[in-house]
């Protein structure tokens, strides 16, 4: 199993561009979640998804979007990048609502500027 | 709504040393707890966890953390570091079924040769 991936790695934006950040898992988990983390702010929960066609926003979903036509996909969408985004984004998954034990993907770190 | 607090930013231990590194939480009911490692341009692993019955709960990596429930409090031990579990880790709690984690801001730990 390859567990969670996520593409790009690395982006640099201008703003008012928009990407879609990618996260697969091949684990066949129902739950995935999108994260960002900034600086000495530990991770904060952007979107979460609790089955394909099934989601619903966290602490901070400001100008992002995502969508869950798979169960395996979970992409992340910005439509118009700001500086206030740029940060490292984690996709996370987990089994279904009761196993809690969540798996992170390597990260994707954007720039803004 | 619960939330995590990681007193120290950032702390230095010598190689060998005993490590101890704090998180409190608040929640209403009971929590599951975990402790996670994220090393440097790395997604998160997770270390331990903590659902219900015996407070000591052993890691991965030589780890253990302690539930105190009177303290609210889930702190992680170790007790001879090595210069490869210098990292940041972060403590989160769980609650609403894996719909809501919440992070801390995360612990900085350097090891000195």
């Known amino acids: 199993n390859a567990g969670v991936t996520q593409t790009p790695k690395f982006r640099i934006l201008k703003i008012g561009q928009s990407m879609t950040l990618q996260c697969t898992q091949d684990?066949?988990?129902?739950?995935m979640y999108w994260y960002r983390q900034d600086p000495g702010m530990g991770l904060k929960l952007i979107y979460y998804?609790?089955?394909?066609?099934?989601?619903d926003k966290g602490e901070v979903p400001n100008g992002y979007n995502v969508s869950r036509s798979t169960t395996e996909d979970f992409p992340l969408r910005l439509e118009l990048a700001a500086p206030s985004q740029t940060s490292v984004y984690f996709c996370?998954?987990?089994?279904?609502?009761?196993?809690?034990?969540?798996?992170f993907g390597p990260g994707t770190r954007l720039t803004v500027t | 709504a619960q939330s995590v607090t990681q007193p120290d930013i950032h702390i230095t231990v010598s190689e060998g040393a005993s490590l101890e590194l704090r998180c409190n939480y608040s929640?209403?009911?009971?929590?599951?707890l975990f402790w996670y490692v994220q090393s440097p341009g790395q997604g998160l692993q997770l270390l331990l966890k903590?659902?219900?019955?015996?407070?000591l709960v052993q890691g991965i990596k030589g780890f253990e953390a302690e539930f105190k429930r009177s303290q609210s409090s889930f702190n992680l031990r170790k007790p001879s570091v090595h210069w490869s579990d210098a990292a940041e880790y972060f403590c989160?709690?769980?609650?609403?079924?894996?719909?809501?984690?919440?992070f801390g801001p995360g612990t900085r730990l350097s090891v000195l040769p």
């Open positions: 996370a998954s987990t089994r279904d609502r009761y196993s809690y034990e969540q798996y």
């Open positions: 684990m066949n988990h129902n739950y």
């Open positions: 903590y659902f219900s019955g015996d407070t």
């Open positions: 989160a709690v769980g609650a609403n079924y894996g719909q809501n984690f919440v």
């Open positions: 998804s609790v089955g394909a066609g099934i989601t």
């Open positions: 929640y209403g009911a009971t929590p599951y």
